[in-house]
């Protein structure tokens, strides 16, 4: 089936991560900070405008797409999600032919990641897709040079990405970076619509530096002289350094503070409540990235917009409940602490008190340089207010081999549960289906919250609503 030959092909774009002993490059292309001096990796833009150009989409072909470019550390997919969903609705009201790409990371699945009018490519124009930027960009030649530069995975994601959706004829696209913003290998567009950052917090500080300011310096580096930038609140370092970086790139950039004022804009508060508390930043900062769109367009966004948006926007694997088996389970996808942070709180608020089992699912495939999962779990188990009586610790995604935890990680992570909080049983799960089986063994009316690894969360979401891959 083309369709998985070129799932196969597309694995093989993958490189393992960096040892974590390398040392720093000299190259200019290291993505570093200014006093920045530790990190170590490559630039993921380097390459992307010449292979693009390569299958015929200049400059001015990526900039016809009206790119909505979204950077930050919690909310991306959220937000993107909320602002497609607004401007659909919008285009609905008015009877207007506007066709979206939607384009977000991670995903188990890469079609899932490529969306047009919401919807997942379908499989055989993902594959027909693929291969024409496949043969495109001459990969399929075996008489191409060893020291030739191809791309790797995410940079073929998004090659893919942007040249279906010019393919395809759309209108406006939603991007979200992969994990930066300065040497994303998304930041490829020279003239976006307008540019945006969510949350901003510690996350993949091998690459991105090890101060907030470091990160914020990266994530701002979507911004582009004379386009308009949004941002939320932020810690008083991050927003200095937005701030400052807005000034020497000649954006105009304006900070949404007063999330509940800017949502009554548009809905009323009892259509508040029907939003859970942790996504108003999130739908707050799309309210205004699509208003601010469409008076670009000469078109203004309605209430009625909003509100059919809300109630139809659904971002799996975020603050997702759903009842399974005999059981509650409460996923979202928390890997790094400012989310995980979150995560415990949103499971405090929701889940049930009166419950007297509780069962934690989780996993974490980075690699120590990128994020420390004691950091992660100490946030994870110092938030949560109520005693997790179960732990459950998967050490693998059967769907694809790439995402496992390291071996003996497993056991560490057992060792520094029991150290720190009490708990009745600890299971090592050999993979996700192994851990929600277990889950429902132990845990009949209880509260199961999985979380961790994005991965974990959306092979999860799979079992349990029994939606296969």
């Not at 390291?406 to 060792?415: D, K, L, N, R």
Request: net charge neutral.
């Amino acid at each position: 089936m083309a369709y998985q030959k070129a799932i196969g092909l597309l694995q093989q774009c993958r490189r393992p991560f960096p040892d974590s002993s390398a040392t720093l490059s000299s190259s200019p292309s290291v993505p570093k900070a200014p006093n920045a001096s530790t990190l170590k990796g490559s630039e993921p833009l380097l390459g992307m405008r010449d292979w693009l150009l390569t299958l015929g989409h200049d400059s001015e072909n990526i900039n016809r797409l009206n790119v909505i470019h979204v950077a930050g550390t919690k909310g991306k997919g959220s937000t993107c999600a909320y602002v497609d969903c607004f401007l659909r609705e919008h285009a609905k009201r008015n009877g207007l032919t506007r066709k979206i790409g939607l384009y977000t990371s991670p995903s188990l699945w890469p079609r899932n990641r490529i969306r047009i009018d919401s919807n997942p490519l379908p499989v055989d124009l993902f594959a027909r897709r693929f291969f024409e930027v496949y043969r495109g960009l001459s990969l399929n030649s075996d008489a191409l040079p060893t020291d030739t530069k191809t791309p790797g995975f995410l940079q073929m994601l998004a090659i893919l990405a942007f040249h279906t959706f010019i393919e395809e004829g759309v209108d406006v696209v939603i991007c979200e970076t992969h994990h930066g913003g300065q040497f994303d290998a998304t930041n490829f567009v020279d003239r976006p619509a307008i540019t945006a950052i969510t949350k901003i917090g510690m996350d993949h500080v091998e690459n991105l530096g090890r101060t907030l300011k470091h990160i914020a310096w990266h994530k701002s580096g979507i911004f582009k002289k004379g386009v308009l930038s949004l941002s939320v609140s932020q810690d008083q370092e991050v927003e200095s350094e937005i701030e400052r970086r807005a000034l020497e790139m000649g954006s105009s950039l304006q900070f949404i503070r007063d999330v509940k004022g800017t949502l009554l804009e548009f809905v009323k508060d009892v259509h508040i409540e029907d939003l859970p508390l942790e996504q108003l930043e999130n739908c707050a900062l799309a309210i205004q990235i699509a208003h601010r769109f469409l008076y670009l367009c000469d078109h203004s966004l309605d209430g009625q917009d909003v509100l059919a948006g809300i109630e139809k926007c659904r971002w799996p694997g975020r603050f997702d409940i759903i009842d399974y088996s005999g059981c509650t389970w409460y996923l979202d996808g928390a890997h790094n602490e400012t989310s995980m942070a979150v995560v415990a709180k949103w499971y405090n608020r929701v889940a049930s008190t009166s419950s007297s089992v509780r069962v934690l699912i989780f996993a974490h495939f980075s690699p120590k340089r990128t994020r420390d999962w004691k950091d992660i779990l100490k946030t994870l188990g110092n938030s949560l207010q109520m005693q997790i009586q179960h732990v459950i610790f998967v050490e693998k995604i059967e769907y694809d081999d790439h995402f496992a935890t390291p071996s003996g990680w497993p056991e560490e992570y057992a060792q520094f549960w029991r150290e720190h909080w009490p708990t009745k049983t600890i299971y090592m799960a050999h993979n996700v289906r192994n851990g929600i089986d277990h889950a429902k063994m132990i845990g009949i009316g209880g509260q199961i919250l999985v979380t961790g690894s994005l991965y974990l969360v959306e092979a999860a979401l799979g079992i349990v609503k029994n939606e296969p891959c």
